[in-house]
């Protein structure tokens, strides 16, 4: 089989190297999944460049979100058979209730990735597929959609007719937009550039505003604020995200690009009673949730763009570039 491997002195896309390895055998509890899509987030960007996510001196199979199909089982599986359609939690021990002290997951430091054509994970962290979605759509859910539940639902949830905003307009934020539209609530997108983009309306966003200096402010003032911020930006955004909100709302941060450190506005914090919470990922039972909600909610991933197994490559570099909408895939094509 072909698996690629990040090279432990790498740090660019082009240095990434194809290679045959051998086929993996499931050991007790454990299943083999033939690969059929994966899909690439920040974090794998992070750990490309390094030192994030790196052990020195070691090479990694890099990436986390995968979808596929099961095609051999370990001793003692109960629950799962070959030819099911799956997807692996991104923290397979976190599984339900308060969340843990964790790693960024799969594909980084002494965790390989799932960048091969199969791979072995231990059948705790399967997710059932939801049925009305192909593997390339499904593929996108472990990380991007985990996280946008988790920010949206984990704590404070959003309910129907809540505000909610959410910056930027990659694979978390444009989850976001998606579920907490589905749950019945007002969204706004706030970028950087591009606020005329069409593709919001056709998730159902009509409301999109631009993050220029003051927007916090201005935001709240025409609207009386947001129950809620997702804030995939980082933490450079959020005194604007606080200024955004009214009483008793919260800022949920994943977003990793902007990491300054302005410091928090605590007499806003106080006044408004808000909440300021990181969000890395989700648990397992989230994961399972947000399955069943895609699938009755007839949620379809946006998908910006769609690369082959033997280009992975260019799957980083077009996911890096600017204005990405959605979410950059990599599909294993066998024909």
């Given at each position: 089989m072909k698996r690629w491997i990040l090279p432990a002195d790498a740090t660019t896309a082009d240095r990434l190297k194809c290679e045959d390895a051998p086929v993996p055998q499931p050991g007790p509890r454990q299943v083999r999944i033939t690969v059929n899509a994966l899909s690439i987030n920040a974090r794998d960007q992070m750990v490309l460049a390094g030192p994030f996510g790196r052990t020195p001196g070691r090479d990694l199979v890099p990436l986390s979100d995968v979808a596929g199909v099961i095609d051999a089982l370990g001793e003692a599986v109960q629950g799962w058979a070959i030819g099911d359609r799956v997807l692996t939690a991104h923290v397979p021990g976190w599984s339900d209730g308060p969340a843990p002290t964790f790693g960024p997951g799969a594909g980084s430091f002494d965790d390989d990735g799932v960048a091969a054509e199969q791979i072995v994970v231990d059948a705790a962290a399967l997710v059932a597929t939801p049925e009305s979605l192909s593997d390339v759509e499904a593929s996108t859910l472990q990380v991007a959609g985990v996280t946008a539940w988790n920010s949206l639902f984990g704590r404070h949830p959003v309910r129907a007719g809540d505000r909610v905003v959410v910056l930027g307009s990659g694979g978390v934020s444009v989850f976001a937009a998606q579920l907490a539209t589905a749950a019945g609530a007002q969204v706004t997108a706030a970028v950087r550039a591009h606020a005329d983009d069409p593709r919001w309306a056709r998730i159902g966003v009509a409301d999109v505003i631009t993050t220029a200096p003051g927007w916090g402010r201005r935001f709240f003032e025409s609207t009386q604020g947001a129950d809620k911020v997702v804030d995939a930006v980082g933490p450079g955004m959020v005194p604007e995200s606080l200024a955004a909100l009214r009483g008793s709302g919260e800022v949920a941060v994943p977003g990793l690009i902007d990491l300054t450190n302005p410091g928090l506005d605590f007499m806003a914090m106080i006044a408004k009673q808000a909440s300021v919470r990181g969000v890395a990922v989700g648990s397992v039972a989230m994961h399972r949730d947000l399955a069943v909600f895609v699938q009755e909610r007839g949620i379809q991933p946006v998908i910006e763009r769609s690369v082959?197994?033997?280009?992975?490559?260019?799957?980083?570099?077009?996911?890096?570039?600017?204005?990405?909408?959605g979410k950059t895939v990599i599909v294993v094509d066998r024909d």
């Open positions: 082959a197994f033997a280009d992975l490559p260019e799957a980083y570099r077009g996911h890096g570039a600017a204005g990405v909408f």
